[in-house]
């Protein structure tokens, strides 16, 4: 199995991202806005970057969806995705942030309490914090408990025009 690296430009800048190459389809198990995140996470999972490969032309199908949310705010899905990072309880918070509706949020104890953990909201905060695939685990979407915004990895800004373009208004 060999992690692969590669970069888009969108609207909102260039999007680094991770992929497997298993199968038939590219499987995606990162994607930031942070270059310097990307190569602490390829640290993390001990590879290096000599498995950097030029971009597949398979992985258009993530370029094309990421661009259409951003641009016409259409929901990311139809990826696969295989995370590599993260403790089983980081695992679990991922995946049930990843049902949130889009258009809609939930605050961190809520998704605590999803978890099966009611008492760990700042975890889960730590656990969103961690997210290494923006857009297809939404992390923007989760929020606190007072209704107010949250941080976000790639700064309340982004988050702001995420959640706007998804209609929600902070």
Not at 24 to 47: C, E, H
Request: aromatic share 8%; glycine share 10%; with cysteine.
């Amino acid at each position: 199995m060999i992690l692969n690296k590669a970069c888009f430009k969108t609207k909102i800048g260039t999007l680094y991202y991770l992929w497997l190459d298993k199968d038939k389809d590219p499987v995606i198990s990162a994607l930031t806005t942070s270059k310097g995140w990307m190569d602490d996470y390829i640290s993390i999972l001990k590879r290096d970057d000599d498995s950097l490969r030029v971009k597949d032309k398979r992985l258009s199908l993530l370029e094309t969806a990421i661009n259409a949310y951003l641009g016409e705010g259409m929901e990311v899905s139809g990826l696969r995705l295989k995370i590599l990072s993260g403790t089983r309880f980081e695992q679990r918070v991922w995946k049930e942030a990843s049902q949130v509706p889009y258009g809609c949020t939930c605050s961190y104890g809520d998704l605590a309490a999803m978890c099966g953990r009611p008492r760990a909201a700042r975890a889960v905060g730590n656990a969103i914090g961690k997210n290494p695939v923006m857009f297809i685990v939404p992390c923007h979407r989760i929020i606190k408990g007072d209704g107010s915004m949250g941080g976000f990895g790639s700064g309340p800004e982004l988050k702001k025009k995420l959640l706007a373009l998804e209609g929600i208004e902070f």
